[in-house]
């Protein structure tokens, strides 16, 4: 489970993912319990202090640096959670990886308020170049606009943006470390190397789902 392996550098390299919840979070003050799904280290959890919230991630090492007092190591997949039992949700930059969202939205009670966003296809051309480059395959395709879409019966905000980084290493490391991706474990040969962190640069685009609603 790469997101097990990274968690000790997940707090300090997603500094991006971090602004993301703080983005998220703005104005967004529904009462009673709730649930982050994807929780990770607690990003939401500390943008809304003030809010009690479930702080749901598969990956036991993740919520060990979660700040929440209320922590479910589980599968977004399959929530151990009943139905129509929670009264908001959020979820930051997690979705993806599940690539479903009805558990989430099974949870909320009618009317409850939620707020997600959400990597989609076309996210991080720069690594894609950079892969091809070292003569790699092609990393796992994310789900794109239209899924999420059908799913949450939104259109949602679609927008892009642009990290810029000190180097093409400081640019991998933040995919890498945080359980993204990166070159893999393949070895390389410095020639090979070389061309990935041309192609790589010190420059990486998101484009990022941003839906908000009620439970219907």
Do not use: C
């Not at 202090?49 to 640096?65: C, G, R």
């Not at 959670?81 to 479903?100: C, R, T």
């Not at 892969?131 to 927008?159: C, D, I, N, Y």
């Amino acid at each position: 489970m790469r997101f097990e392996r990274f968690a000790a550098n997940y707090a300090r390299q997603a500094e991006f993912q971090r602004a993301q919840a703080v983005q998220l979070a703005r104005g967004f003050a529904p009462a009673g319990m709730g649930i982050d799904l994807g929780s990770g280290t607690g990003f939401m959890v500390q943008a809304m202090p003030d809010l009690e919230m479930i702080a749901v991630d598969l990956s036991p090492a993740m919520l060990s640096h979660n700040p929440s007092p209320n922590r479910l190591v589980a599968d977004g997949r399959r929530l151990p959670i009943a139905s129509q039992s929670l009264d908001f949700g959020v979820s930051n930059m997690a979705l993806q990886w599940m690539g479903d969202g009805h558990e989430f939205l099974r949870v909320l009670k009618p009317g409850a308020p939620y707020r997600v966003s959400i990597v989609v296809d076309g996210s991080l051309p720069e690594l894609a170049a950079a892969r091809r480059s070292a003569g790699l395959k092609s990393t796992t395709q994310l789900p794109g606009v239209e899924h999420w879409q059908q799913q949450f019966k939104s259109t949602g905000t679609l927008q892009v943006h642009q990290v810029d980084f000190d180097s093409p290493h400081s640019a991998l490391a933040s995919v890498r470390d945080i359980g993204a991706g990166g070159h893999g474990s393949q070895p390389l040969s410095k020639s090979r190397l070389q061309d990935f962190y041309q192609a790589l640069g010190t420059r990486l685009s998101y484009k990022i789902l941003t839906i908000e609603g009620a439970k219907a």
